[in-house]
């Protein structure tokens, strides 16, 4: 099975292909979070230039929504953190995921699963951006500042203001 799944952004739209296959928990934890509306009014509330772009989960006040419980982690599912790809976001705690995602925006190898330790977990890819990489690229480009407690929030917030979901 693969899903597409699209944000319309403030700043366009964004193309995403879920793999169910080598990330079954964390796709279809995404998949559901999607279809139930859940990304939209969020934003992306942690840009790092040559790293990553963060959202799914806070609103512009910075309050995180409720989420469901936390997934298993499947970063030992071969899949790399490469420009594009998308990896579940988490706490400290291997196991922590659940609505939080990044975008890679360059090849982010230290943050592939290297063992089952505390610090070798990684983080699980688990889709990938097939149109729209230009628009995640204008997301890195924008200023960032503190914001409640967040440091490289975007001074002009990047609303997810829609979120279609469809089968590949």
Known sequence: MMNLVTFETTLGQIKIKVDHELAPISAQNFIDYAESGFYNG?????????????????????????????????ADNGLKNKRGTLSMARTQAPHSATSQFFINLKDNDFLDHRSPDLHGWGYAVFAEVIEGMDIVDKMAAVKTGNRMGHSDVPVDDIYIENTLVSEA
């Open 42 to 74: 969020t934003i992306f509330h942690r840009i790092i230039p040559d790293f990553v772009v963060q959202g799914g989960g806070l609103d512009a006040e910075m309050n995180q929504k409720k989420t469901q419980p936390a997934i298993e982690n499947e």
